[in-house]
């Protein structure tokens, strides 16, 4: 039984802390603008012998994009893809947000890897839009 309360606290912290990453992963970043408006993301990954585990993805739009912008990103292994995942169309500007992966997404470190991002702002009448990739890995 303490075994499993003690299993329980680690899992629960590591729900709680969220977009905290360990001390070893490493950071792919990219962005974008489009009429004023700005993309800012960083891709999370551990190197783990001929793999890599993508373990999050945080993101943030500027420039006054409305409250119904959203970001769409894709994990590409020789530019095919492996991981996607669209955003809430409810994202605020300024506001850095975190995805984290419901399961773990494990690419091999062999091959060409790379994060796509589409950010969408809202705006009257016709949204901007932009894409930013991260350098090849």
Same mark, same amino acid.
């Given at each position: 039984?303490?075994?499993?309360?003690? %299993? %329980?606290?680690?899992?629960?912290?590591?729900?709680? %802390? +969220? !977009?905290?990453?360990?001390? =070893?992963?490493?950071?792919? /970043? @990219? +962005?974008?603008? &489009?009429? +004023?408006?700005? %993309? #800012?993301?960083?891709?999370?990954?551990?190197?783990?012998g001929p793999w890599? #585990?993508?373990?999050?993805?945080?993101?943030?739009? /500027? !420039? +006054?994009? !409305?409250?119904?912008?959203?970001?769409?990103?894709?994990?590409?292994?020789? =530019?095919?893809?492996?991981?996607?995942?669209?955003?809430?169309?409810?994202?605020?500007?300024?506001?850095t947000y975190t995805?984290?992966?419901?399961?773990?997404? *494990?690419? &091999?470190?062999?091959?060409?890897? *790379?994060?796509? =991002?589409?950010?969408?702002?809202?705006?009257? *009448?016709?949204? @901007?839009?932009? =894409? @930013?990739?991260? #350098?090849?890995?």
């Amino acid at each position: 039984m303490r075994r499993l309360s003690m %299993l %329980l606290a680690v899992v629960l912290a590591g729900v709680t %802390l +969220g !977009g905290t990453q360990p001390a =070893f992963a490493e950071a792919l /970043t @990219a +962005g974008c603008t &489009d009429s +004023g408006y700005r %993309l #800012q993301a960083t891709a999370y990954y551990m190197a783990s012998g001929p793999w890599r #585990q993508w373990t999050s993805f945080d993101y943030k739009l /500027t !420039g +006054g994009a !409305g409250d119904k912008s959203n970001v769409n990103l894709w994990v590409r292994v020789d =530019f095919s893809v492996t991981y996607n995942y669209f955003s809430p169309d409810s994202l605020h500007n300024g506001v850095t947000y975190t995805h984290v992966p419901w399961y773990p997404v *494990l690419t &091999d470190a062999a091959r060409v890897e *790379l994060t796509e =991002f589409e950010a969408i702002f809202d705006k009257f *009448l016709e949204d @901007a839009r932009c =894409f @930013a990739r991260t #350098q090849p890995i």
